[in-house]
């Protein structure tokens, strides 16, 4: 959770902010990538300015800068203290913000790049994934005020003894949504290299189309599911702070699309999107004794190894008191999560537990299936229609996933796509 | 000028201060440019820790990191605004102190990394060029408390608004200077790709010797001189503090220079060294009427111009009421130089003026000559006997410099080294 507060007495600044929107844009590694590629940032940035607005930019690191860092650290050490790591990497984002804001200077546009130490961002005290706790915007509100653009470097903060600290993957995006709520922006656009959200990936179902305006809630269940676009704490934070998020291409100048709060005509649509993850990884464990406790057991371990599970599913054989457990973890942490399972089913004397990397995770999402029933019913006839065999089910409200075979994840895809008509 | 406070009252450290030698460390671009010799400065200091010190490292950017940042930023704009060209340049100190510190680590050193900021080096309000105003060593020694080595960044500092600020050319070795003082380090140790510093310059004059010590005052005249060893700011600032300065190789575990108090039995000898600059133009202004005012009103226009002025030489002809003026600047100066002379050369009504940059300035240092008279006449009879004219001469306490053709400079390198006995 991700907590931004604000002060509690009246700022002679909230008058003027009143009167001059506050914008927040977000550009992401490859839109800050090259020299030219900052100009033209700084270009759409001015063009907003030049309208009347208020104009607050969060930059991340200029492409493969950051893979530079890691790998120029790499040939110190494998295992970098997480103080140091965050030491170095935050290095990226500094570099890309000065160039932005001097990109900014030379075409008349005055600008001031801030560190998010400098910008207030105040996070909690542990190294490479901190959440943001705090947002002191005096420096910020002071720069908008003089007329600069504010150009912030993403992906960080300081915390309580003023070391830098990063707050992890998809930081730069979480950076945008709690400085525009702090700021009470009026939208936060984050620019990215697609041009929206889209019913699928356009990659694998070419009649994929753009969603115009998609809830927090469906955004989170997309995010979540490897529709890598946004990353899910954002997200997460947009909707706590009701900041509405646009989320656009940063190099066609045209309407990306909208995450807000969900308006009650989109219910209509049972299914907004299919997601497909790769990046799954099955374990099971077998025959195992039908006592209380076993899966609290298996489940404190891989929690005590910071591996994150998702899908659960335990199965009761008819036959005996034993049952069998499966989940699914990301990929990479299918190594660890197996011998961990192997330990405890030793230890819970159970046959065995193996693991299969060879799978996708499908999902469709939609606020719509909560007052449409049969949507998961629908769900798995096609996919049975179509030959696909379904390993393993989980839902929610908002979102039914299947785990299938890999070789057949993209097939589903196009499968559930036609379905739910998401190209219509 | 540059000024460290030291906190007035008791503090505990004191005490533990007493007991344990704290010995700063300081490497440069070159010692740092590759994750390899991050590695052997690792080892080295670790190596000194492990004797019982405390100690302190200050590291430049690897490499060429500085001029990489600068060329990216050209792509962007010729004419940075200062805060931000500070923003920029200072992550390449941050990216090698954050790699220093993980190589100690993995050498089971516990160190930490500091920004100039993180270590409290507090700056003037004055982007690119400021000056140390003070240290605020609680951080610092807190970590050395805690049995850490303190990795900082040199070159920089921060400012009274929180902005990031670097400190100008041979920053880094002031840096160094700064916090020795005032840690009251037992000694400074600047690592560097010289071995030490030597009668004159060993590619010009193969029987140049290494001086085991030298005297703030002689390396001071030394390094304005253009023995690019060490920055003139950093020796004042030893100078000031009583830091002693030993001067050293970052590649072979040989002594260096001692840069210290002088002592008495040094002045045996009259001249320690011989200095050779070739980035230096000679302006001058020819047949100006002979008014009171008249060298003010050029010199005032020039430092208006933030040109700074070496040697002046002022000739009265004895059949006009007019004079000569000449002065040597930095080559770069001397397009800028030699326009606002002609301007000031049409208004005082002289015949006109003209500058040379195909010229050199050739010095010979020591506190010696003060109580050895002739030093100087043996000097110019010496560059007379090898056919060599001298252009113009400056003279100090101790510092006699001569400009001549920039031809006949190595020449009369090897001339004043040989006649002065540097070689023996």
Not at 25 to 32: D, I, L, P, Q, R
Not at 177 to 187: N, W
Not at 356 to 371: F, H, Q
Request: proline letters at 3%; charged letters at 25%.
């Amino acid at each position: 959770m991700i907590i931004v507060r604000f002060a509690g007495k009246f700022h002679p600044f909230l008058v003027y902010y009143k009167y001059m929107p506050t914008i927040v844009h977000k550009y992401g590694g490859t839109s800050v990538g090259t020299p030219e590629k900052i100009k033209n940032v700084a270009a759409k940035v001015k063009a907003v300015r030049d309208k009347g607005n208020n104009v607050v930019v969060i930059v991340s690191a200029m492409g493969h800068t950051t893979d530079e860092l890691i790998d120029l650290m790499h040939k110190i050490t494998t295992d970098p203290d997480p103080r140091e790591y965050d030491m170095l990497v935050s290095t990226g984002e500094q570099v890309s913000a000065a160039l932005l804001a001097m990109a900014l200077q030379s075409i008349n546009c005055p600008a001031v790049s801030l560190t998010g130490g400098q910008a207030g961002v105040e996070t909690e005290d542990i190294y490479r994934k901190a959440r943001i706790k705090n947002i002191k915007l005096d420096r910020v509100k002071k720069e908008l005020k003089a007329g600069k653009v504010v150009v912030i470097t993403g992906f960080q903060g300081i915390d309580s003894k003023g070391d830098i600290i990063t707050i992890g993957r998809g930081g730069s995006d979480t950076s945008a949504v709690a400085i525009a709520a702090a700021l009470k922006a009026d939208v936060c656009d984050i620019y990215t290299d697609v041009d929206g959200v889209y019913t699928t990936d356009p990659r694998i179902v070419p009649e994929a189309k753009k969603i115009k305006s998609i809830s927090y809630e469906e955004m989170l269940e997309l995010a979540s599911l490897g529709a890598q676009v946004l990353h899910p704490r954002s997200v997460e934070c947009a909707m706590v702070y009701g900041i509405k998020i646009h989320l656009r291409s940063s190099t066609k100048d045209i309407e990306g699309t909208y995450i807000e709060e969900g308006k009650k005509m989109e219910l209509k649509k049972a299914v907004r999107g299919v997601a497909l993850d790769l990046e799954v990884a099955k374990v099971g464990i077998l025959q195992v004794p039908d006592h209380p406790g076993t899966a609290a057991k298996l489940f404190k371990a891989l929690a005590d190894a910071k591996i994150n599970v998702d899908m659960i599913i335990q199965s009761v054989h008819s036959v005996s008191a034993a049952a069998d457990m499966a989940f699914t973890v990301n990929k990479t942490d299918a190594k660890k999560a197996l011998e961990i399972t192997q330990e405890i089913a030793k230890e819970l004397k159970a046959e065995g537990a193996v693991s299969d990397t060879n799978v996708a995770k499908i999902s469709i999402v939609g606020t719509g299936m909560i007052s449409q029933p049969g949507v998961a019913a629908r769900m798995f006839s096609s996919l049975s229609a179509a030959g696909i065999n379904i390993e393993m089910i989980s839902t929610s409200e908002i979102k039914i996933s299947c785990v299938v075979k890999a070789a057949e994840g993209k097939k589903a895809v196009a499968v559930l796509h036609k379905e739910f008509e998401l190209d219509k």
